[in-house]
């Protein structure tokens, strides 16, 4: 171990952790209106050695997947041509991580896509929130749409594994199947839907008119699902939400799926945070900190204090959704995801692998 770490912190990691999300840089050119980022947005990147030690810990401890994210991680190390970035995607691939993803908005860094580096990544995802200018750029920003879909062209081209990452916002809801058209033409390979919802969160605050009622995203998740096998190649992954309250109680086996409990992931912040859980984002809640060659365990009041701990099942949403409950962000039932299939969470969850007929 390159750092040393509080040992209830590495209990909770150790021979656990599947991914890491390094979020390189807090630096980003856009201001979306929905961004979960708004508030940590700051002209700080995270610095090289730490970062490179972090990765070679993790990847010890057993993560195998590992995401760059940010702000905008296409400009971490902009300064040095984005050589630091690529560095790290070599190191990431020297330590034996198995699937590297960069998530990325499409607006600058095309130059790095010709890098054999960069060409190292097994997924360069693409953020688009809407079939058009007109949809994409009301909450994106003025010619975003444009510039992101040259990008996607050029990924495409140049044989990424190109993905598309749409938020679910009220002006997106009802064109869905514009999405699905627009990624099929572009040739992209899945297309990953995230539902904006209020949730009794810190996010609420700050992620404006965007949001969508739970019924409204219910009939289109429906709608999706089963659209899947008739939209193949291409793949269509979404999470389910909730779950009606009397479902929930008779089988909460089938529901209980919560990485923050299962130490599945660490998502590792400029600023000195690991947390695992997205929904924290925006507020001092974390698992830990690391700061020097020093990481400290953040305790009863962070992350997984005791009372946060019993909630289920989800510890993070407190808004009451009535008849519906919460289910994890990242539940995503027979999706197509490299833990999520290596683990074989359909099968742990539900006692198939195959796509089952799920209740509601
Ligand atoms: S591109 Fe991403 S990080 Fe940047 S403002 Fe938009 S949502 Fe936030
Ligand atoms: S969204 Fe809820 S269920 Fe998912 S990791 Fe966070 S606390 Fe756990």
């Known amino acids: 171990m390159r750092f040393d770490y509080d040992d209830r912190f590495l209990a909770w990691f150790q021979d656990r952790v599947r991914q890491v999300f390094l979020y390189v840089t807090d630096r980003c050119g856009l201001r979306c209106e929905q961004c979960l980022y708004k508030t940590t947005l700051a002209n700080r990147e995270m610095d090289h050695g730490t970062a490179m030690d972090l990765l070679a810990d993790f990847r010890a401890m057993g993560a195998e997947k590992l995401t760059f994210i940010g702000g905008e991680p296409t400009l971490y190390g902009a300064r040095h ?113 995230h539902p904006l919802f209020k949730m009794g969160i810190a996010r609420d ?97 962070g992350e997984l204090g005791t009372s946060r701990l019993r909630r289920r099942p989800c510890m993070s949403q407190s808004r009451d959704f009535g008849d519906l409950t919460p289910l994890c962000i990242s539940y995503k039932p027979h999706q197509n995801e490299y833990v999520w299939t290596t683990d074989q969470v359909d099968q742990r969850l539900f006692g198939t692998s195959q796509p089952v007929e799920l209740s509601r």
């Not at 040259?150 to 064109?175: M, Q």
């Open 205 to 301: 605050g700050f992620s404006g008119e965007t949001d969508i009622e739970p019924r409204q995203w219910l009939t289109a998740y429906e709608r999706l699902m089963a659209a899947r096998p008739f939209v193949a190649p291409l793949l269509i992954r979404a999470p389910r939400r909730f779950v009606a309250t009397e479902r929930y109680r008779e089988s909460p086996g089938e529901y209980d799926y919560c990485p923050t409990l299962m130490g599945e992931r660490v998502l590792i912040h400029p600023d000195g945070t690991l947390r695992i859980c997205a929904l924290c984002i925006g507020t001092p809640l974390g698992i830990g900190r690391y700061s020097g060659r020093v990481v400290t365990y953040t305790g009863d009041d």
């Open 81 to 193: 041509g984005g050589a630091p970035l690529l560095e790290l995607v070599d190191h990431a691939a020297a330590l034996g991580y198995r699937y590297i993803r960069l998530d990325t908005n499409g607006q600058q860094g095309r130059h790095l896509y010709h890098s054999s580096s960069f060409q190292r990544l097994d997924n360069l995802a693409f953020s688009l929130d809407g079939p058009d200018g007109a949809t994409n750029d009301q909450v994106r920003g003025r010619k975003t749409f444009d510039r992101c879909l040259r990008s996607i062209t050029t990924a495409v081209e140049l044989a990424y594994y190109t993905t598309l990452t749409c938020c679910v916002h009220r002006a997106v809801v009802d064109k869905l199947d514009d999405m699905i058209e627009l990624a099929r033409d572009l040739g992209v390979r899945e297309l990953n839907f």
